[in-house]
């Protein structure tokens, strides 16, 4: 019964220094740092301002993603110039 608790209190242990490590970590992501910092301005919005802020963050984080697929893409340096000089 004593090794059971033991065994336990061990896993618990554990489990704090997981939990404890990944806030560590998090407090060192600098997006994270960056979207807690406007917490409190977002808690001034209405509801409806907070939807429509919401919906602007997921249109540029798409369009963001968008272009680094088009990047990543393997576009050519033709392709490129193309865009640059917008050629059609």
Do not use: H
């Not at 896993?11 to 960056?34: H, I, P, Q, T, V």
């Not at 979207?35 to 997921?58: A, C, D, H």
């Amino acid at each position: 019964m004593l090794e059971i608790k033991r065994r336990k209190l061990s896993l618990m242990e554990k489990r704090l220094e997981s939990e404890s490590d990944g806030a560590n970590s998090l407090n060192k992501d600098e997006d994270y740092l960056f979207i807690k910092s406007i917490l409190p301005y977002m808690k001034k919005l209405t509801e409806v301002q907070k939807l429509q802020l919401r919906g602007k963050i997921n249109d540029w984080l798409m369009e963001a993603m968008k272009q680094n697929e088009r990047s990543v893409s393997g576009s050519t340096s033709v392709d490129c110039m193309k865009r640059e000089s917008n050629w059609d």
